[in-house]
Nanobody, 124 residues
Framework: QVQLVESGGGLVPGGSLRLSCAASGRTFSDYTMGWFRQAPGKEREFVAA????????GYADSVKGRFTISIDNARNTVYLQMSSLKPEDTAVYYCAADPLASERQNLASRYRYWGQGTQVTVSS
């Protein structure tokens, strides 16, 4: 069992924000860690993912060049640094983990463990 706890969300007028996801319960390095987001009335969509062992990462086209995913294996924590935020980035952001997913896995159904989500609101 893996427990995931997100933090760092908030209301911002554009600019930057960093989300954190602290993991506990299993060997962190065996997992791929992902970030997804869900806006009201929309399906949950892939944002980025990173393989804890090796650090290979993948991004959705909509955030490539603006968001950066990183990992601190010593702290069992994955980060999502978000820059040049736009109102359309407003959503609940979820952290996810799975031992079998690759860093390119963009299907939410392929991730076994989920956090409770953190709200990010970007005002215009």
């Amino acid at each position: 069992q893996v427990q995931l706890v997100e933090s760092g969300g908030g209301l911002v007028p554009g600019g930057s924000l960093r989300l954190s996801c602290a993991a506990s319960g299993r060997t962190f390095s065996d997992y791929t860690m992902g970030w997804f987001r869900q806006a009201p009335g929309k399906e949950r969509e892939f944002v980025a993912a990173i393989r804890a062992s090796g650090g290979n990462s993948g991004y959705a086209d909509s955030v490539k060049g603006r968001f950066t995913i990183s990992i601190d294996n010593a702290r069992n924590t994955v980060y999502l640094q978000m820059s040049s935020l736009k109102p359309e980035d407003t959503a609940v952001y979820y952290c996810a983990a799975d031992p079998l997913a690759s860093e390119r896995q963009n299907l939410a159904s392929r991730y076994r463990y989920w956090g409770q989500g953190t709200q990010v609101t970007v005002s215009s």
